[in-house]
T-cell receptor
Framework: EAEVAQSPRYKITEKSQAVAFWCDPI?????LYWYRQILGQGPELLVQ????????DSQLPKDRFSAERLKGVDSTLKIQPAELGDSAMYLC??????????????FGEGSRLTVL | QQQVKQSPQSLIVQKGGISIINCAYE??????FPWYQQFPGKGPALLIA?????SEKKEGRFTISFNKSAKQFSLHIMDSQPGDSATYFC???????????????FGRGTQLTVWP
């Protein structure tokens, strides 16, 4: 069964360092999402891509976070510099489209970030 | 602003019992209401979903009840099993074109524990 791949699974870093997360969506999925999940809370959208274009990055802290999906396939989320409050699970999800059955989201296993 | 409100935060049920989790929403611009199941260290996985033109959907031991006029929906787990112990998230998907199309808004989650 096709899956959303994410790496690394775990990342420990010190405050002010740079971190990067990678996501490979299910093949053929045009829509890609990055969500952040703080422990004990539901996922919150950071950025949404349609192919290589950003559809929604209104919740992305752009002073330190950046995301790209250059060829419309895999994606990278970067944080620089990392802050203590960035400790969370970063989830990537993909879907065929955005409506109807094509809008069903499939999540990866996430990248757990701990900032010391 | 929490678009989807979920309760209870935690739930303990005896094996064989019924687990009930409730969600409410304010915004009417949602076209799809999924429930996700998340085990520790894993990404959320789609459990069951419903569209607002349907009042109930059942899949095995899992049932969603949907009340459009009250803007509420709930998940019922019949004959709860220890393997059902996980965190459950309700969500609502944006329906209109623009930045919210396809975007999932999650509740804060319910941690379910089923005792054997």
């Amino acid at each position: 069964e096709a899956e959303v791949a994410q790496s690394p699974r775990y990342k420990i870093t010190e405050k002010s360092q740079a971190v990067a997360f990678w996501c490979d969506p299910i093949s053929g999925h045009a829509t890609l999402y990055w969500y952040r999940q703080i422990l004990g809370q539901g996922p919150e959208l950071l950025v949404q891509f349609q192919d290589e274009s950003v559809v929604d990055d209104s919740q992305l802290p752009k002073d330190r976070f950046s995301a790209e999906r250059l060829k419309g396939v895999d994606s990278t989320l970067k944080i620089q510099p990392a802050e203590l409050g960035d400790s969370a699970m970063y989830l990537c999800a993909s879907s065929l489209g955005t409506g109807g059955r094509t809008g069903e989201l499939f999540f990866g296993e996430g990248s757990r970030l701990t900032v010391l | 602003q929490q678009q989807v409100k979920q309760s209870p935060q935690s739930l303990i049920v005896q094996k064989g019992g019924i687990s009930i989790i409730n969600c409410a929403y304010e915004n009417t611009a949602f076209d799809y209401f999924p429930w996700y199941q998340q085990f520790p260290g894993k990404g959320p996985a789609l459990l069951i979903a419903i569209r607002p033109d349907v009042s109930e959907k059942k899949e095995g031991r899992f049932t969603i009840s949907f009340n459009k006029s009250a803007k509420q929906f709930s998940l019922h787990i019949m004959d709860s099993q220890p393997g059902d112990s996980a965190t459950y998230f309700c969500a609502a998907r944006g329906a209109y074109r623009g930045s919210t199309l396809g975007r999932l808004y999650f509740g804060r989650g319910t941690q379910l524990t089923v005792w054997p």
